[in-house]
Structures are given as structure tokens and as C-alpha cells.
């Protein structure tokens, strides 16, 4: 007999609870090295763009990830003006799935399919 206020607990109930966690963190963990292997192609592609991208990943810049991100977020609703555009928006939601683990599949996924139409078009520009 436990004591008072002890719960007693499945073994196996915790330890599936245990499993899915541990599964759970993994899944993060490889989300996250997706969204970075993401970030190197982007800097393979545009060369230009690596001493942006380098800073705000690795370096000293990484304190002003979420401002810089929402500035860009909020920044790509102003479209309609001349300095701004809608290519704010992605680069400003890339910026905040380093931060934020839930957004890091789905914009992991919508920059494998925008990276893979991209090739699309410059294939098919090159065989015209």
C-alpha cells in the first residue's frame, strides 16, 4: 500500500509516455538539422546571401533572430510600398521556425517544394 498522496503508476503507461517523448525530442532534433541543411542550400545558391544568413544562425546576431523576423513578417504587409515586398514573408518566417519548433516542418517543407520549383524553371528556361 502506498503512502497517502503516491500515485501508483503503469510501467507500461509511463514508459510509452517516456517512448513517445523521447520520439517526440527526436523529431525536433531532426526538424531542426533539416531547416539548417535548408539554410546551406539557400547559401550555395546565393553565395551573396551567406554573410546574412552565417551571422543570424552562428553568430553574435542570434539575439536579434525574433526582431528581425517579426520586423520582416510585419514589414511583407506593406508590400504595396516600393522598398518593401512580399519576399519578406518567407524570409521572415525561415527566420522564425529557427525559434519557434512547430513552425520548423512546415516551413522546412515549403522550402524543399519552392527550392525543387526553382530548378523546375531554370531547367526548363534552359532547354528553351
Request: no cysteine; net charge positive.
Amino acid at each position: 500500500m502506498p503512502p497517502p498522496g503516491v500515485q501508483i503508476v503503469d510501467r507500461t503507461v509511463f514508459s510509452a509516455y517516456l517512448t513517445r517523448r523521447m520520439l517526440k525530442r527526436g523529431q525536433m532534433a531532426d526538424e531542426k538539422t533539416r531547416l539548417h541543411r535548408q539554410f546551406d542550400a539557400i547559401g550555395r545558391m546565393a553565395p551573396a546571401s551567406r554573410r546574412i544568413i552565417d551571422p543570424l544562425l552562428h553568430g553574435n546576431l542570434r539575439r536579434f533572430r525574433l526582431p528581425v523576423a517579426s520586423l520582416l513578417i510585419l514589414g511583407s504587409f506593406l508590400s504595396i510600398l516600393p522598398v518593401f515586398g512580399l519576399w519578406m514573408l518567407p524570409l521572415g518566417l525561415m527566420l522564425l521556425a529557427l525559434d519557434v519548433p512547430l513552425l520548423r516542418p512546415v516551413v522546412s517543407n515549403l522550402l524543399i517544394r519552392a527550392r525543387r520549383r526553382i530548378d523546375v524553371w531554370r531547367h526548363r528556361g534552359a532547354s528553351d
